[in-house]
């Protein structure tokens, strides 16, 4: 139960430590001692934009393929 919750902790430090260091979270320390939090503005949502996508076509080829013929050496009698 302890290692879960210092490893919850550490997690936590390392997810700051990251966002400080990436730039979304800045702290400034003031004249008087305060310290103030400037967070960037994060959007999440879709944008249409054009992309190159790979296309699969369906064509009808003549190829060889490995085939399988079982006879039982009695001829067909009509």
Known sequence: MLRT????????VVI??????????????GADGS?????EDVEV???TTNVQVPVVKMETRQV???SLSVTNGQANAQ
Do not use: M
């Not at 919750?5 to 936590?12: E, K, N, P």
């Open 5 to 12: 919750l210092l490893l919850l902790i550490a997690l936590l």
């Open 16 to 29: 700051g430590i990251a966002l400080v260091a990436t730039g979304y979270v800045n702290l400034r320390q």
């Open 35 to 39: 310290v103030s939090i400037q967070t």
């Open 45 to 47: 949502g879709t944008t």
């Open 64 to 66: 060889e393929t490995p």
